[in-house]
């Protein structure tokens, strides 16, 4: 019986530093985005992402954030006709946090994106407003450096600005070169805090 109340023990408080080291939350944010490509009449966009985080905190000074977001990237066409590029991205980040003052964080890593939609749309002439299905001009993914930094408000919520560089070429046709480049501004709100 001593035993078992030790092992219960052990575990309610391996259980408790495991939980402290342990916080995550949800963001949501404006996306500036582009391509770098050869493409002519190509310009930013505005978008926006939104998911949320899980970080672990290895050492005082150091900690893992995984996070999960539906991230919408792309371009706007300024040629004739006038239209905007839409990618949707089921994006995995994977950084590596650390404080360099208080409050204040920088971090980098990877991000690791999943295609699940892309289309354009025509926003001039008289064609505006039609779709087309752009899904075969794509490749299934991406995958970036990150590297950004965050400022905590307050206890409740975190501003950040991170720049996400895609280093493989998206396009599906291998004539065509075309690489995200993402400038996200977000704020987080932490559900389960440390």
Known sequence: MKRLFFAALLGLFAWS???QQLSGGAKAGLNITN?????D???????FHLGGYVNYSL????SLQGELLFNQTGAK?????????VTNYMSIP???MYPVADAVNIYGGVQI???????????????????????????GGDFAFVLGGEYAINENVTAGLRLALGLLNVAEDEGDEIKNVVIQL??????FPK
């Open 94 to 96: 994977l950084l590596v």
């Open 113 to 139: 994106s999943f295609l699940l939609d892309a289309k354009s749309v025509i926003t001039s002439g008289p064609n505006e407003g039609e779709e087309f299905d752009e899904n075969d001009e794509f490749t």
């Open 17 to 19: 530093t495991y939980g």
């Open 41 to 47: 009449n190509i310009s930013s966009r505005l978008a």
């Open 59 to 62: 050492l005082d000074d150091l």
């Open 35 to 39: 391509w770098s490509t050869d493409f």
């Open 77 to 85: 066409s300024t040629g004739d006709p006038e239209g905007r590029i």
């Open 186 to 191: 977000y704020a987080a709100a932490p559900l």
